[in-house]
């Protein structure tokens, strides 16, 4: 989901030049697993404790793991991915926008059997688009609140 995100930056940044941005990302969230996520879209370094991703076309957006609730409730829109973020950005009172990428099955990220079962050679991601089409058909609302 990194990458779609940071094109997403990219495009507001090209509407909005003196917008700012941050990754606030899940503490849980290793370094190599940002790096496999980035792939060749950009490159993930350090200056001091500071982490940022940098991308190809040289937007740099600082990394945020500590204090992430304080960074959402300074921020004036954050952009997520459904999950229980998005109850806790809700409590915080920070408008959002929840991104959800069903035209590319994927990048969304699922969780228990059903993560496991899309991760099979060759059958997983045949699985993981059928689940996505159905699931999308049916439901409406994909974030909390």
């Not at 959002?96 to 993560?115: H, T, V």
Request: hydrophobic fraction near 45%; charge should be positive; aromatic fraction near 8%.
């Amino acid at each position: 989901m990194l990458p779609l995100f940071l094109k997403t930056v990219r495009m507001i940044k090209k509407i909005a030049p003196e917008t700012h941005f941050l990754c606030i990302l899940s503490p849980y969230l290793t370094d190599d697993t940002i790096k496999r996520s980035l792939k060749d879209k950009g490159m993930l370094y350090s200056k001091g404790d500071d982490k940022f991703i940098q991308t190809k076309e040289g937007l740099t957006v600082p990394i945020v793991r500590e204090n992430r609730f304080e960074a959402i409730k300074a921020s004036t829109l954050v952009l997520t991915i459904p999950g229980t973020n998005t109850a806790e950005i809700a409590a915080i009172g920070t408008p959002m926008i929840s991104i959800f990428p069903l035209n590319r099955p994927e990048g969304i990220p699922l969780e228990g059997a059903l993560d496991w079962l899309c991760r099979v050679p060759f059958l997983g991601m045949m699985i993981k688009k059928l689940a996505v089409g159905l699931i999308s058909r049916r439901v409406k609302f994909f974030a909390l609140p």
